[in-house]
Protein backbone atom coordinates (compact mmCIF):
# COMPACT_ATOMS: atom_id res chain seq x y z
CA UNK A 1 0.00 0.00 0.00
CA UNK A 2 2.62 2.16 0.72
CA UNK A 3 4.61 1.92 -2.47
CA UNK A 4 1.32 2.37 -4.16
CA UNK A 5 0.90 5.72 -2.43
CA UNK A 6 4.39 6.59 -3.10
CA UNK A 7 3.87 5.73 -6.89
CA UNK A 8 0.70 8.03 -6.47
CA UNK A 9 2.99 11.25 -5.14
CA UNK A 10 5.52 10.92 -8.16
CA UNK A 11 2.62 10.38 -10.73
CA UNK A 12 1.09 12.85 -9.21
CA UNK A 13 4.44 15.62 -9.26
CA UNK A 14 5.24 14.32 -13.15
CA UNK A 15 1.39 15.54 -14.12
CA UNK A 16 1.85 18.70 -13.01
CA UNK A 17 5.64 19.42 -13.56
CA UNK A 18 5.03 17.93 -17.02
CA UNK A 19 1.66 20.10 -17.54
CA UNK A 20 3.66 23.25 -16.79
CA UNK A 21 6.88 22.08 -18.90
CA UNK A 22 4.73 21.36 -22.35
CA UNK A 23 3.34 24.68 -21.53
CA UNK A 24 6.40 26.60 -21.87
CA UNK A 25 7.55 24.69 -24.62
CA UNK A 26 4.45 25.60 -26.87
CA UNK A 27 5.27 29.30 -25.85
CA UNK A 28 9.01 29.14 -25.89
CA UNK A 29 8.99 27.38 -29.49
CA UNK A 30 6.02 29.72 -30.74
CA UNK A 31 7.45 33.22 -29.73
CA UNK A 32 10.56 32.05 -31.73
CA UNK A 33 9.09 30.81 -34.65
CA UNK A 34 6.96 33.38 -35.12
CA UNK A 35 9.98 36.24 -34.16
CA UNK A 36 12.13 34.31 -36.69
CA UNK A 37 9.53 34.32 -39.36
CA UNK A 38 8.46 38.32 -38.85
CA UNK A 39 12.48 38.37 -39.03
CA UNK A 40 12.15 36.60 -42.11
CA UNK A 41 9.51 38.82 -43.57
CA UNK A 42 11.08 41.93 -42.94
CA UNK A 43 14.63 41.24 -44.29
CA UNK A 44 13.88 37.63 -46.84
CA UNK A 45 17.44 36.84 -45.51
CA UNK A 46 16.57 32.75 -45.01
CA UNK A 47 20.63 32.19 -43.80
CA UNK A 48 19.30 34.73 -40.74
CA UNK A 49 16.11 33.02 -40.70
CA UNK A 50 17.73 29.46 -39.75
CA UNK A 51 20.37 30.83 -37.43
CA UNK A 52 17.96 31.84 -35.30
CA UNK A 53 15.91 28.94 -35.40
CA UNK A 54 19.41 26.94 -34.01
CA UNK A 55 18.79 29.08 -31.15
CA UNK A 56 15.63 27.57 -30.01
CA UNK A 57 17.22 24.14 -28.48
CA UNK A 58 19.53 25.96 -25.86
CA UNK A 59 16.26 28.10 -25.15
CA UNK A 60 14.14 25.46 -24.51
CA UNK A 61 16.65 23.85 -22.20
CA UNK A 62 17.25 27.28 -19.98
CA UNK A 63 13.38 27.42 -19.43
CA UNK A 64 12.46 23.77 -19.19
CA UNK A 65 15.62 24.10 -16.06
CA UNK A 66 13.54 27.16 -14.45
CA UNK A 67 10.24 25.61 -14.35
CA UNK A 68 11.97 22.68 -12.75
CA UNK A 69 12.92 25.06 -9.94
CA UNK A 70 10.09 27.04 -9.89
CA UNK A 71 8.25 23.90 -9.40
CA UNK A 72 10.02 22.99 -6.30
CA UNK A 73 9.95 26.35 -4.78
CA UNK A 74 5.93 27.07 -5.26
CA UNK A 75 4.43 23.38 -5.75
CA UNK A 76 5.40 21.74 -2.26
CA UNK A 77 2.59 22.97 -0.03
CA UNK A 78 -0.13 22.43 -3.00
CA UNK A 79 1.33 18.80 -2.97
CA UNK A 80 1.01 18.58 0.66
CA UNK A 81 -2.38 19.87 0.47
CA UNK A 82 -3.33 17.49 -2.28
CA UNK A 83 -1.45 14.56 -0.61
CA UNK A 84 -3.47 15.09 3.12
CA UNK A 85 -6.83 15.21 0.99
CA UNK A 86 -5.93 12.52 -0.31
CA UNK A 87 -4.87 10.05 2.97
CA UNK A 88 -1.39 10.17 2.60
CA UNK A 89 1.30 10.95 5.27
CA UNK A 90 3.76 13.53 5.07
CA UNK A 91 6.42 10.75 5.66
CA UNK A 92 4.78 8.67 2.00
CA UNK A 93 4.56 12.23 0.43
CA UNK A 94 8.03 13.58 1.15
CA UNK A 95 9.68 10.14 -0.11
CA UNK A 96 7.39 10.12 -3.33
CA UNK A 97 8.55 13.60 -4.06
CA UNK A 98 12.17 13.14 -3.41
CA UNK A 99 12.01 9.94 -5.96
CA UNK A 100 10.08 12.43 -8.25
CA UNK A 101 12.73 15.09 -7.78
CA UNK A 102 15.80 12.86 -8.75
CA UNK A 103 13.54 11.18 -11.58
CA UNK A 104 12.42 14.61 -13.02
CA UNK A 105 15.92 16.16 -12.68
CA UNK A 106 17.60 13.41 -14.58
CA UNK A 107 14.97 13.20 -17.20
CA UNK A 108 15.55 16.85 -17.46
CA UNK A 109 19.46 16.55 -17.54
CA UNK A 110 19.30 14.03 -20.41
CA UNK A 111 16.50 16.28 -22.23
CA UNK A 112 19.38 19.46 -21.82
CA UNK A 113 22.31 16.94 -22.98
CA UNK A 114 20.24 16.01 -26.21
CA UNK A 115 19.10 19.81 -26.71
CA UNK A 116 22.82 21.10 -26.16
CA UNK A 117 23.79 18.77 -29.17
CA UNK A 118 22.64 21.36 -31.39
CA UNK A 119 25.22 23.93 -30.58
CA UNK A 120 28.14 21.67 -28.72
CA UNK A 121 30.14 18.87 -29.03
CA UNK A 122 29.45 15.52 -26.31
CA UNK A 123 30.84 16.11 -22.87
CA UNK A 124 33.22 13.57 -21.10
CA UNK A 125 31.31 11.49 -18.27
CA UNK A 126 33.31 13.18 -15.34
CA UNK A 127 31.79 16.39 -16.74
CA UNK A 128 28.41 15.13 -17.49
CA UNK A 129 28.28 13.98 -13.62
CA UNK A 130 29.38 16.76 -12.14
CA UNK A 131 26.84 18.83 -14.20
CA UNK A 132 24.32 16.45 -12.97
CA UNK A 133 25.16 16.76 -9.38
CA UNK A 134 25.04 20.41 -9.85
CA UNK A 135 21.68 20.51 -11.30
CA UNK A 136 20.79 17.82 -8.65
CA UNK A 137 22.10 20.16 -5.71
CA UNK A 138 20.31 23.28 -7.30
CA UNK A 139 16.61 21.16 -6.98
CA UNK A 140 17.11 19.52 -4.38
CA UNK A 141 17.95 23.77 -2.58
CA UNK A 142 15.02 24.36 -4.77
CA UNK A 143 12.72 21.79 -2.53
CA UNK A 144 14.14 23.21 0.70
CA UNK A 145 13.25 26.59 -0.06
CA UNK A 146 9.62 25.68 -0.75
CA UNK A 147 9.16 23.12 2.27
CA UNK A 148 10.29 26.41 4.49
CA UNK A 149 7.94 28.63 2.50
CA UNK A 150 5.05 26.32 2.62
CA UNK A 151 5.13 26.48 6.46
CA UNK A 152 4.40 30.22 6.26
CA UNK A 153 1.49 31.85 5.73
CA UNK A 154 0.52 34.56 2.97
CA UNK A 155 1.80 37.26 5.17
CA UNK A 156 4.99 35.85 6.70
CA UNK A 157 5.78 34.75 2.70
CA UNK A 158 6.00 38.58 1.26
CA UNK A 159 7.91 39.90 4.48
CA UNK A 160 10.18 36.76 3.97
CA UNK A 161 10.20 36.75 0.28
CA UNK A 162 11.19 40.63 0.30
CA UNK A 163 13.62 40.05 3.36
CA UNK A 164 15.81 37.63 2.67
CA UNK A 165 17.22 39.09 -0.45
CA UNK A 166 17.69 42.69 0.78
CA UNK A 167 19.56 41.29 3.82
CA UNK A 168 21.45 39.04 1.06
CA UNK A 169 22.66 42.62 -0.81
CA UNK A 170 23.10 44.36 2.15
CA UNK A 171 26.07 41.51 3.57
CA UNK A 172 27.64 41.16 -0.35
CA UNK A 173 27.94 45.30 0.38
CA UNK A 174 29.36 44.70 3.48
CA UNK A 175 31.75 42.03 2.70
CA UNK A 176 32.21 43.92 -0.20
CA UNK A 177 33.58 46.73 1.93
CA UNK A 178 35.45 44.81 4.63
CA UNK A 179 37.50 43.47 1.59
CA UNK A 180 38.00 46.60 0.52
CA UNK A 181 39.15 47.42 3.67
CA UNK A 182 41.33 43.98 4.60
CA UNK A 183 42.88 44.40 0.57
CA UNK A 184 46.44 44.93 2.16
CA UNK A 185 46.47 42.04 4.47
CA UNK A 186 44.77 39.72 1.45
CA UNK A 187 47.45 41.11 -0.51
CA UNK A 188 50.16 40.02 2.03
CA UNK A 189 48.06 36.59 2.20
CA UNK A 190 48.54 36.07 -1.24
CA UNK A 191 52.13 36.75 -1.70
CA UNK A 192 52.57 34.39 0.84
CA UNK A 193 54.37 31.54 -0.54
CA UNK A 194 53.20 29.70 2.18
CA UNK A 195 49.81 30.08 2.61
CA UNK A 196 49.76 29.77 -1.44
CA UNK A 197 51.03 26.54 -1.57
CA UNK A 198 48.62 25.30 1.28
CA UNK A 199 45.60 26.65 -0.86
CA UNK A 200 47.17 25.30 -3.83
CA UNK A 201 47.28 21.57 -1.80
CA UNK A 202 43.76 22.11 -0.70
CA UNK A 203 41.77 23.12 -3.59
CA UNK A 204 43.35 20.93 -6.33
CA UNK A 205 42.71 17.91 -4.23
CA UNK A 206 39.66 16.17 -6.22
CA UNK A 207 38.32 14.70 -2.91
CA UNK A 208 37.72 17.57 -1.17
CA UNK A 209 35.08 19.35 -3.57
CA UNK A 210 32.89 16.31 -3.31
CA UNK A 211 32.74 16.16 0.27
CA UNK A 212 32.02 19.51 0.82
CA UNK A 213 29.12 18.96 -1.68
CA UNK A 214 28.19 15.67 0.06
CA UNK A 215 28.16 17.87 3.31
CA UNK A 216 25.88 20.55 1.76
CA UNK A 217 23.61 18.14 -0.17
CA UNK A 218 23.01 16.43 3.56
CA UNK A 219 21.82 19.49 5.24
CA UNK A 220 20.16 20.82 2.78
CA UNK A 221 17.92 17.22 2.40
CA UNK A 222 17.86 17.35 6.35
CA UNK A 223 16.22 20.50 5.67
CA UNK A 224 13.63 19.43 3.14
CA UNK A 225 13.01 16.83 5.51
CA UNK A 226 12.68 18.86 8.53
CA UNK A 227 10.07 21.40 6.83
CA UNK A 228 8.11 18.97 5.17
CA UNK A 229 7.48 17.28 8.44
CA UNK A 230 6.04 20.40 10.12
CA UNK A 231 3.62 21.45 7.20
CA UNK A 232 0.30 22.03 8.19
CA UNK A 233 -2.76 22.87 6.53
CA UNK A 234 -3.85 26.47 6.45
CA UNK A 235 -7.02 28.29 5.66
CA UNK A 236 -5.19 31.73 3.90
Known amino acids: MSKQKITLVMTNVFYRLGQAILITVG ?37 INLILFAYFIVKPYDDFKWAIQNGISRKTMWRGR ?9 VIFILDELLSLANQPVMSPRTLLVNFLILLTVVMTCQAIGNGFGLLNRTWKWIVGIGLPV ?27 QFVTAMAVVFNNPVIPYVLWLVYFAIVLGLTKFFNDRLQLRRD
Open 98 to 106: ALALFLATL
Open 27 to 63: WVVGFEVVVSLMGLGFNHNLESFLVTLQAIPSTLASF
Open 167 to 193: MFIILCVMLGRSMLTLNNQITALVENK
